[in-house]
């Protein structure tokens, strides 16, 4: 098995050495073991158990939280018991992922409208843009200027098509 040293370990992680140890100190990953130098030396499991933590932070839980949930099932009267407390926090996690889904989906869209209706832009043979341009992004494109342009061209409300 490959072992690494702190610095190229975190490197591979896009994490900074003084971040694995503390999640090391925290007990979010295992201990590292040592070499005859005293070195860090990261092996298979602690790469595993890193890229763990980083999915379940990137999915909006706190390394309190990570935490906490490594060591329910340990303390559970059951093995089935502990299963199902991370079961129910990993949905609860799921479904607040879902949400921020679908307001990304939302924000894309936002700015694919946006997109598409600069494309109809002709450019009015080298003009600068002035407040003309907003009427003729609505005539060419027959419904109102997308919020996203309203805040981008700075239009007034007494300009807004």
Known sequence: MTQNRIGAFAETLGLTPRTLRYWEERGLIPEAERTPGGFRAYGEAQRR??????????????????RELQVSPHTSSTALAGFEDLDAALAHQQAA?????????????????????????????????????????????????????????????????
């Open 49 to 66: 158990a890193a890229r763990g933590v980083l999915a379940l932070k990137a999915a909006g839980l706190s390394l309190e939280r990570i």
């Open 97 to 161: 992922v879902q949400q921020q889904l679908s307001r990304l989906k939302t924000l894309h869209d936002a700015l694919a409208l946006a997109r598409a209706t600069l494309g109809k832009c002709d450019g009015c043979h080298g003009k600068a843009l002035d407040h003309e341009c907003p009427p003729c992004l609505t005539r060419s494109t027959g419904s109102s200027l997308p919020d996203v342009l309203v805040s981008l061209l700075r239009i007034q409300e007494e300009e807004v098509p």
